[in-house]
């Protein structure tokens, strides 16, 4: 059975050390996770897959690293320092804040038509954020309308005493060096886009690259969300897996549509998620800088279908916001119109294309996919509680073996045999020795609680090893010396195997 709710996934989490809550020990910091022995290790695991998949395996991808803390330009001229908030609002009785949209969202229809009207947004009553928008515009006349609507607070279910509703900026600022002035802070960046875009010349000049190519870079991204919530879904520091694909103007529509189909097959084969819990969304309201954006949903459970991925058609808006001399890149009529004049840059963020001797602007498709979301999309579909003969629940964790935390768990049948223990070890560093694989050795209870506990993490091979491997069966046979028991997690069924070929058939079982 799959996890019917996340509080499964979020109790195992804790349980078996993949997720623990942020500072806990001093009340814990809201929208914060911290990744524990195993979260860590599949965590590392997601991102290697994704690194292989879309740097390694391809022939025009570079990868990258750039630093969190960002110029304050940056993210001017993105559209971040101005355009990149939530509406929020408060309730002066309950205390409470909300996303205002969302409070809009969990109105009755008769309340949100009320509203609609007085601010004449025809579609307003079906369209929460249009409404939302339009009472923005108006604070002081939204407060007022939002009473006599009796806007429902959910925290009581009251009307409640709300504020006029706002933008909030979901950056984080800090300053930078000792000087604390207006101009001495940065912001930590709220995606790793803007790294990629004002690094296109560097990378574009010191590998020689051609249209098209990519950049790829995976790292830490801070939101202050007004609510974050449903455990590593919606937090403030958040992990993020990005492309920015480098295309000529005209191949971007075509090129755009392969990224998704591509993104989609990664997620099913390599990561494991079921086609059926997957989907595609095509945006009807699209960002200032997109053409087209599609997203990738995946069925959380209690969520339902939710953003997994997102992947744009930005057009050229990045390479020419960021660009100096704008006015002589002929850029496309939406960024000429809409971009900010940049005054601060001092590069234009163009390519020469010699074929038909000309600079020009590239287009940009960017997939871009958050890591916790990943984990979490993982951890949901592999989670299954399976009830045996005998009547028992075992909770287990069908991972694909490369996303497994664990990949071998060496195990004695007898932890006060200390030749049997010596064995054991002596395995344990075998397997180790084949690199990558993350091996452990454990005797801290019986058999039977060991393997339960190596479901619960995952982990697809357990071997172990008996008084038979040293040439000492019950009956006095020595047929299995030097063979160890190796028992499989989907299907709990058991091999004796040499040891002198165990690694090949580890190798075999956890690709
Ligand atoms: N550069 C484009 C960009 O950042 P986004 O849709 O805002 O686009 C990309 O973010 C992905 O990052 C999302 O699809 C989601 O998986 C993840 N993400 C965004 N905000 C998040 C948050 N607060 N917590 C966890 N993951 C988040």
């Known amino acids: 059975m799959a996890a019917e709710n996340l509080e499964k996934i979020v109790s195992l989490c804790k349980r078996r050390g993949f997720i623990f809550p942020s500072s806990e020990i001093y009340g814990g910091l809201q929208g914060m996770f911290d990744y524990g022995p195993l979260g860590v290790e599949l965590k590392n695991n997601l991102k290697r897959l994704w690194w292989k998949h879309n740097v390694y395996e391809r022939d025009d991808m570079e990868g990258i690293e750039t630093a969190l803390l960002t110029n304050r330009y940056v993210l001017r001229y993105s559209g971040h320092e101005k355009g990149f908030a939530d509406p929020l609002i408060d309730n002066r ?25 007085a601010f004449d947004v025809p579609e307003g009553a079906d369209d929460y954020e249009a409404l939302a928008l339009a009472l923005l515009d ?62 296109f010349k560097n990378v574009l000049t010191s590998t020689n690259r051609k249209l098209p190519f990519g950049i790829a870079q995976i790292g830490k991204s801070f939101r202050n969300e007004i609510t974050p919530r449903n455990f590593i879904f919606r937090v403030r520091e958040l992990e993020q897996m990005e492309i920015e694909y480098f295309v000529m103007p005209g191949d971007d529509e075509a090129i755009h549509e392969q990224w998704i189909q591509d993104h989609l097959n990664w997620w099913v084969e390599k990561v494991g998620l079921k086609r059926e819990n997957l989907d595609l969304f095509e945006h009807t309201k699209l960002s200032h800088y997109s053409k087209r954006t599609v997203d990738i949903l995946y069925k959380f459970p209690t969520l339902g279908f939710d953003e997994l991925e997102g992947i744009a058609n930005r057009t050229d808006w990045d390479l020419g916001s960021h660009s100096k001399e704008q006015d002589t890149l002929g850029l496309s009529p939406n960024t000429r119109e809409k971009a900010m004049k940049n005054e601060h840059s001092t590069e234009k963020l163009t390519y020469f294309d010699q074929p038909n001797n000309r600079h020009i602007v590239p287009y940009v498709v960017e997939p871009a996919a958050g890591v916790d979301r990943g984990v979490l999309a993982a951890l949901c579909e592999a989670y299954d509680e399976e009830t045996l003969e005998n009547g028992e629940v075992r909770v287990v964790l069908r991972l694909k073996p490369a996303l497994a935390p664990i990949k071998v768990a060496v195990l004695p049948l007898a932890k006060n045999k200390p030749e049997i223990v010596a064995k054991s070890k002596e395995i344990k560093k075998l397997i180790q020795s084949q690199g990558d694989v993350r091996s452990v050795y454990d005797d801290t209870a019986g058999i039977g609680k060991l393997y339960r506990r190596q479901d619960e993490a995952g982990t697809p091979l357990c071997v172990t090893v008996d008084y038979d491997t040293l040439g000492q069966s019950r009956d006095g046979g020595t047929d299995l010396i030097d063979t160890v028991t190796v028992r499989h997690r989907d299907t709990m069924q058991q091999e004796r195997v040499a040891i002198s070929d165990l690694l090949a058939y580890i190798q075999e079982h956890i690709r």
């Open 93 to 117: 009785t309950t205390k409470k804040r909300y996303r205002f949209d969302h409070l809009l969202r969990d109105q009755t229809p008769e309340v949100r038509q009320e509203l609609a009207a």
């Open 138 to 199: 108006e604070p002081v006349r939204a407060e007022a309308a939002l009473k006599a609507a009796k806007v429902i607070d959910p925290e009581d279910g009251k009307p409640g005493d709300w504020t006029e509703p706002r933008a909030f900026n979901l950056m984080f600022k800090t300053q930078v060096g000792p000087v604390a002035d207006s101009e001495s802070f940065a912001y930590l960046r709220p995606e790793t886009a803007q790294g990629m875009f004002v690094n």
